[in-house]
Each structure stands twice: as structure tokens, then as C-alpha cells.
């Protein structure tokens, strides 16, 4: 079972509330008890710790807790060194383990990592907890290389990241509105900081389940297909469907993806026709039509 297949029910109306009320991140608090959920990324959860340290009240306790597939067994050393020591406890191929708030730190490198930062050639700005937080990913180059100069109307990215393939749209005068769209809401606050186009708008959409806020004369994409470490091609699927929805007639897909991805029959179902436009062996950029 993965974690989009659990529904939940809360019927005590102030629990109910409290969960209908999270943010997707708090700027500030004196917490006696934090929890912090490992991921794969190695630098998203040094940046994560050293956030919950900083709402941690002193004498506070937090709790980190991952898989060892994901690299917790290493993370603990690392804070284990960076703390004076944790307690734990591993069954299960996974582990928890926690400490106590007092006088030491996080490293300077893990809160730096807690704010966005330039990366790339230093005029963008990115943090980790993205897909390809530090560098331009190099299907989303290729899709900019093949992108024509000209993209009209009211232009849309389907999962924009930090921004790359924005700015990329926005040089050109032709796009008369453009939105950013991402399910991460770290990848707005990226976006926000990389794109100050003023025909630039952001939405925080889950697009595999909300619809987006308009139709569209084009759409740019470079489709998700992961759930941690998991290739779930479906989540992709979802996202082109989105897109041919959301075109207007005519309107255009300009998508890259992973050559083994099986995304053809998709475009076969919901575009009236569909060209490759570039193929390099790893990756394929396609235009579809709606």
C-alpha cells in the first residue's frame, strides 16, 4: 500500500480542524516535541532537521525516523555527531532515532540548506526537497532547446519545478500570460524567486487530482513519475491527461520525458495527433495536439 491509497475519517471536530488547518510550513514556534521524517535525499533531511531544530523549544525533543533503504542508518551518525549522541531503536529495515534540544546547533552547511540558495550558474535560486533542486535536469534542457521561440496565448508548466522552463517561455514577448504549477509548494517559493516576469502567475495544484485554473494554448512539461523511490509511470499518465484537458482546441503539449516510459497510448487516447521532436536515447520531446 502506498500512502495515496489511505483515506482517513476524524470525527472529533477539533482534531478535524487542527488537520484542516496545516500549512505547508510553519515560519515559527516553541514545540516541546518535533517529528521529522527521513527522506532519500540526503540534503532535504539535513535542511528538515536543522528547520525543526529551530521550532524545537530548548530541552525539546525530536524524533527522526526513515528506512534504511533511504540512508537512515547514515543520517543517525551524522547527527549523532552533530548533537553529542541519540538514542534509536531499528526493526523492520527501518530505524528511529531522537535527542534533545541544548546549546549545540545544526551545522552550518544543514541551515543554509533550510533557505533557498543559488545553484546552477549562480542566477538561480533552488533548495533541496526538489526535483533536481541543484542543477537544470537534463530532460527539461533538451524540452527548452526544442521549444519554439514564439509560444502564444495563455502558456502553462505542468510541474515547474524552480522555474528553468518558465523563464526559458518568458524571454520571448509572445506568451501573453503564463502559469506555474507544481504540487510542492517549495517549488513555488523557488519558482517565485527565480520568475518575476509579471505575466507569471503560481498555483499550488496537485494536478493528478485538482483541476488547474484555466485553459490553455500551451502547456510545457516534463511529467513527475516518482513517489519516493518509486517509479509509479501512472503519476505521469495523470499529468498528461491533465494537460489535454486543459488545452484549448488545437492547443498545443510540448512534454519531455524518459524514452522507457510508457506514455504513448496516453497521447494516442487524448490528442488528436502527436509528433517527437527530439530523441537523444534518453530522453524523447514530444508535441501533441489537442
Request: hydrophobic residues 40%.
Amino acid at each position: 500500500m502506498t500512502l495515496g491509497e489511505v483515506d482517513a475519517e476524524q470525527s472529533f471536530r477539533p482534531d478535524f480542524l487542527r488537520l484542516q488547518g496545516a500549512t505547508p510550513r510553519l515560519e515559527g514556534g516553541s514545540y516541546d516535541q518535533g517529528l521529522v521524517l527521513l527522506t532519500k535525499h540526503k540534503e532535504e533531511s539535513f535542511a528538515n532537521i536543522a528547520r525543526a531544530w529551530v521550532l524545537l523549544a530548548p530541552g525539546g525533543t525530536l524524533v527522526c525516523a526513515g528506512a534504511n533503504d533511504d540512508g537512515a542508518a547514515s543520517l543517525e551518525k551524522h547527527v549523532a555527531k552533530a548533537f553529542g549522541g541519540v538514542e534509536q531503536l531499528s526493526k523492520y529495515h527501518s530505524r528511529v532515532f531522537w535527542f534533545t534540544k541544548g546549546e549545540r546547533e545544526p551545522p552550518d552547511y544543514w541551515q543554509k540548506l533550510a533557505t533557498l540558495q543559488p545553484v546552477g550558474d549562480g542566477s538561480w535560486m533552488s533548495q533541496p526537497g526538489i526535483f533536481s533542486w541543484d542543477k537544470i535536469d537534463d530532460g527539461s534542457s533538451l524540452l527548452a532547446k526544442h521549444l519554439p521561440s514564439d509560444l502564444t496565448g495563455h502558456v502553462a508548466d505542468f510541474g515547474c519545478g524552480w522555474g528553468y522552463l518558465a523563464r526559458e517561455v518568458l524571454r520571448s514577448p509572445a506568451a501573453t500570460s503564463f502559469d506555474l504549477i507544481d504540487a510542492e509548494h517549495r517549488a513555488l517559493e523557488a519558482a517565485r524567486a527565480n520568475v518575476t516576469d509579471p505575466r507569471a502567475s503560481f498555483h499550488w495544484i496537485d494536478l493528478t487530482a485538482e483541476k488547474p485554473p484555466s485553459t490553455y494554448d500551451a502547456i510545457v512539461c516534463n511529467p513527475p513519475f516518482h513517489t519516493g523511490r518509486a517509479s509509479v509511470p501512472e503519476l505521469g499518465r495523470k499529468v498528461i491527461e491533465a494537460a489535454a484537458r486543459a488545452l484549448e482546441p488545437g492547443g498545443a503539449l510540448y512534454m519531455v520525458a524518459n524514452r522507457g516510459l510508457p506514455y504513448e497510448p496516453t497521447l494516442k487516447a487524448h490528442f488528436a495527433s502527436f509528433e517527437t521532436l527530439a530523441d537523444n536515447n534518453k530522453f524523447r520531446v514530444t508535441r501533441a495536439v489537442r
